[in-house]
């Protein structure tokens, strides 16, 4: 059989797909710590939805959509994001009517008609948090925080947050209007995609990748100069907010989101470790969304993390591995025993692997190591007879005897 996955899209399986549930595990439990309950949205909707949420002119909307009609004539698209849709179930079950602030979190598939490259697919993985009902700038530095605290958690290091504001609708149309006067005289000298965009979209220019684009707007007229007294005066108690929450950040003013929903906060987390492909958080207030879909005026902030982003990441640090023992057993007589603890040792939480026919130390120890066991328990019969066995504990390299009894303890 010669069929392959589908261009962009990919298989996880093995050490991945231990390092995908870490993730997603980790991020749930600590999300939960800060309110947060889990939504599952379906993998496809209407496909009015995101082009009304999303907005027709964003690149993902116009050019990246996996659109079909389905047998009954329906226009279906899978999701390429997950905001779109938790916003259409807030409205759906009327939740603004149940409670005054909404936190949910989510994880799974999107995709994305883009160009495949190292950390980026057609089918890709986010875990996003959206929170629904609040403005307060207390809760934007709260959220940054935890987004931050939670890479953290798991060991991914060497990120940077970048914050900015992009005000409001009538700042940001008193902006552009400086931007377009700023970029027309240069307009030659941009990238295709942003003579395309400049006037449609100028904003975007400002996130240009492309370096002579980055170039060409290194001396654009800054957003934060144009926010009104109240935008300016959000910024501040979210920056102040980051101090006191010891969330080291830097302010980008040039980071803009894609989507028109966006105002005031917006941010970034990124990494240099994976080139062009180094945002691997991102996010911000989007006050208007919920209007735009038919509800009435609601503050919201979110923000979406692309999981295989993370999971290149981790390979680089130390990824925490669950903490695998093999049980090595020496003679006949040592089976049952053997066997006894392995499986009480299970029903504790811990993955043991053991070998069913009698094999030698050295043929053990290989299975071991294939395995991934870091440590490994070793019963022989002179140990049997004295009720103890020795623990052998690869990652600091140390072995000791220990009392049978004493093993649990040891291991949990
Ligand atoms: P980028 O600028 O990298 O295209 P984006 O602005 O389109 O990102 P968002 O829509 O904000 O991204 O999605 C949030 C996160 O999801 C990104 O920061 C990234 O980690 C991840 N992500 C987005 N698109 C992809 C993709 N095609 N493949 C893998 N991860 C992705
Ligand atoms: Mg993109």
Redesign the pocket.
């Known amino acids: 059989m010669n069929i392959k996955a589908v261009r962009g899209t990919k298989d996880i399986f093995g050490k991945d797909s231990e390092k995908y549930d870490y993730v997603v595990k980790i991020a749930g439990d600590y999300f939960e710590k800060y309110g947060f309950s889990r939504i599952i949205t379906p993998i496809f909707e209407e496909t009015n939805l995101f082009k009304r949420g999303i907005g027709e002119g964003t690149d993902?909307v116009s050019k990246e959509m996996y659109t079909f009609e389905d047998k009954g004539g329906r226009s279906c698209t899978l999701r390429p994001?997950g905001t779109a849709a938790v916003v259409r179930a807030y409205l759906e079950h009327k939740i603004f009517a149940l409670e005054d602030v909404t936190k949910w979190y989510y994880h799974g598939s999107m995709f994305?008609y883009?160009r495949p490259q190292t950390?980026?697919?057609r089918e890709?993985n986010?875990i996003g948090v959206e929170v629904l009902g609040k403005k307060d700038p207390i809760l934007d530095a709260e959220i940054i925080s935890m987004a931050f605290e939670f890479l953290k958690k798991i060991n991914i290091e060497d990120l940077e947050v970048q914050i900015n504001s992009i005000g409001g609708k009538e700042t940001r149309l008193k902006y552009r209007e400086a931007l377009i006067n700023f970029l027309t005289p240069k307009k030659e000298k941009l990238c295709a995609d942003c003579q395309n965009r400049y006037e449609s979209n100028p904003l975007r220019v400002l996130d240009c990748k492309v370096p002579s684009c980055k170039e060409e707007v290194k001396e654009a007229p800054i957003l934060l100069d144009y926010l009104n007294e109240e935008e300016k005066n959000h910024f501040d108690v979210v920056k102040q907010f980051l101090d006191i929450f010891g969330v080291k950040y830097v302010v980008n003013t040039n980071l803009v989101?894609?989507l028109d929903y966006y105002s005031n906060t917006v941010f970034e987390i990124v990494t240099n470790k994976l080139g062009s492909?180094g945002?691997?958080?991102?996010g911000g207030r989007y006050d208007t969304l919920v209007e735009q879909m038919g509800g009435k005026e609601t503050p919201a902030f979110g923000f979406?993390?692309?999981v295989?982003?993370l999971m290149l990441l981790l390979s680089e640090n130390h990824f925490n591995e669950k903490n695998k023992v093999f049980f090595v057993w020496l003679g006949e007589e040592t089976k049952i025993e053997a066997f006894k603890l392995t499986q009480k040792l299970r029903n504790l939480g811990i993955e043991v692997g053991i070998e069913y026919e009698s094999k030698s130390m050295k043929a053990q120890m290989k299975r071991a190591d294939k395995f991934g066991a870091k440590k490994v328990l070793i019963l022989g019969e002179n140990e049997l007879n004295e009720g103890k066995i020795v623990i052998k504990d690869f990652t600091k390299g140390e072995q000791e005897e220990i009392l049978l009894s004493e093993v649990e303890n040891k291991l949990i």
């Open positions: 993902v994001e994305r883009e950390g980026r697919y890709f986010q989101r894609g492909q945002t691997v958080l991102a979406a993390m692309g295989e982003r």
